[in-house]
């Protein structure tokens, strides 16, 4: 009898490198980001380097619609961060 | 096949009183670390008398015989010890067989044409221990190496016993069965059915002694009827190469012993005899500052002339060992010298190994867990402006 190999009966499962992360984000009247929450702190945003917007895969049941911002905080880190505008949540996400 | 036993009994205690490290007729405990605990390597007789016995824990040995003197081992002097015995029967035939300490066989066959008799033949056996190594040897000659230990373990020091051919059995008849090889187990299970002598056992049909003891059953009644059909195997001489130093003080830092390591190596392998020749086998040995020494032999998995490789070797062996004290001199002996000046490396060969290697310790690893834990990137849609859609991780299931 051949012994059990202890191991979830699944096939090899992808998982996406890169997902991004839900983040708190104080956004001013025109949803450009003006302040983040990181690790309990709020971090002022003092730049945005780039910003750019990307629609995609507009076919499936769940489209992407992002707008995403590149952007410097008071404490010196640069951080990406996207506004999905569909259900208007913010994520960062590394981008590269 | 004739062959001789040649037996001193209770080897490092003969040794420490030869030194003079221990008194002459006084009981006597050398003991050794094993694990985390100290037991007993060997006592005299008159500590075995108080019940202290080989391998019983030193603490209870304290207990058993408070006016002994207790001995750290000198495994050195030991070895030294073994090797100038086995080297004088070495002069007396070219058949020996070096065996645990102080026992050693030597095949007789051929040499009593230049002895008178056999009795002779054992007489200068025992002279050569004697003038060699300074200890009595007892000596028994007989056809087969289990009846010549027999017959030289029941003799005195400095005794010859000579079982003529054909007797082995009568020889052996009213010897005490705890002379025989077996295990504890093996011996108390005897004592059980009451067979006390070698007589006792060779009068059992042999398949009542398998049936009781298996394999060993069937080698046990054997060697009572004084059947001993396991060849003599004599040691073969080995080409060995050594360096020691001295230190000025006394070092204690492993540092300290690396430097003169890493001096012992290089002057090592600056002698001609190791141009372009490979080791595998390293022993180091120190001595220590108290008096005591210390030794350890590393195998090398594959013959290796890397010192750095060594050095490693012999930093770990010094870290994992800690020594018991300061070292006054430390030796290298390199031994099982190789005729190879390199190794020959397969051009495709090691990247194929290492990756067959790779997935055994993948496979291992997917047997603990239950699951692979170690994943590879893969690139999912690489030109993907979505960065979760450009790359991901699959599980790596070789």
Known sequence: ?96 | MRAACVFIPRFPIAIEIASGRAPRGRAVVIGESADSRRVVLDCSPEAEAQGVRPGVPVREALGLCRDAVFLAPDPIRYHEGSEAFLRVLSGVSPLVEGGDLGLAYVGVDGLQGHYEDEMTLGETLVRAVRGGVGLEASVGIAEGKFPAWAAAAVSAPGEVTAVPAGKEREFLAPLDISLLPASPEVLRRLDLYGLRTMADLAALPLGAAQAQFGPEGRRLWELAHGLDREPLRPRRHEESLSERLTFPEPAVSTEALLVAGRELLGRLFRQPALRHRAVRRMRLRAALADGRSWERTVTFREATADRDQMLYVLRCTLEAAGLPGSVEELSVEVSGLTEETGKQEGLFVAKGRRRAQLEEALRQLKARFGQSPVYHIVEVEPWSRIPERRLALIDYDP
């Open chain 1, 1 to 96: 009898m051949v012994a059990h190999p202890r191991t979830p009966a699944r096939p090899h499962r992808l998982r996406p490198l890169r997902e991004p992360k839900p983040i708190d984000v104080e956004a001013d009247g025109e949803w450009r980001p003006v302040a983040v929450t990181l690790g309990g702190r709020r971090l002022r945003v003092v730049a945005v380097q780039d910003a750019w917007r990307i629609d995609d895969e507009w076919w499936r049941e769940r489209p992407v619609s992002r707008m995403y911002w590149q952007v410097e905080l008071e404490d010196g880190q640069a951080l990406t961060l996207y506004d999905d505008l569909l259900a208007r949540v913010w994520f960062r996400q590394a981008y590269r």
